[in-house]
């Protein structure tokens, strides 16, 4: 089923499975995307233009849709996609976060160009891997080590550790 709202120029298809509602939004280049929402979120935000943001994020003219979705309009209060994905906005993929657990969740940081892991690095003479962990503002050295994945593994370790449920682990092979 596929419906397409005149005011906002955004198409709204429900999923084959019938459990979610596929958004399909652009971008600033004109390229297609799909957002994800829940049927019970429809009414929340058919009602405006849905646009995706250069940093990847549904947004409207009044906010982020996985703010509107929650109630976390407010700046200082942070919503989190567990999964990662910042195009599903399904209620029980989102949770209100302070600053520091929604930093635990982050991707490894594209300025890494030495490692494809999360909390890992070369040290200065690129002999070895070091890994480490960024807690409260400190950060914890892990361990040097001689193969990129074991540096990893110790990372994985110590998310668990520290953030819990907010980890965001390493993908090892």
């Known amino acids: 089923m596929e419906i397409a ?14 459990t979610h509602i596929l ?13 994800k929402i829940l049927p019970d979120d429809f009414l929340k935000v058919s009602q405006y233009k849905i646009r995706v943001t250069s940093d990847g994020y549904a947004d409207t003219s009044v906010g982020f849709v996985h703010r509107i979705i929650t109630g976390s309009i407010k700046p200082n209060f942070y919503v989190d996609h567990i999964n990662s994905n910042k195009l599903d906005n399904i209620k029980y993929n989102l949770r209100k976060v302070n600053k520091s657990q929604n930093a635990m969740n982050q991707r490894v940081q594209s300025r890494n160009k030495l490692s494809k892991y999360k909390g890992v690095s070369m040290n200065r003479a690129k002999t070895r891997f ?12 892990l361990g040097t080590f001689d193969h990129e994945i074991d540096a990893a593994k110790a990372y994985n370790s110590a998310a668990k550790q520290y953030f819990g449920e907010y980890a965001l682990l390493n993908e090892i092979p």
């Open 5 to 18: 709202l005149l005011k906002p120029k955004n198409v709204y298809r429900l999923s084959s499975c019938k």
């Open 130 to 141: 070091v890994s480490y962990i960024q807690v409260e503002g400190s950060r914890i050295h």
């Open 23 to 35: 958004v399909t939004c652009s971008d600033s280049k004109g390229f297609l995307h799909d957002m």
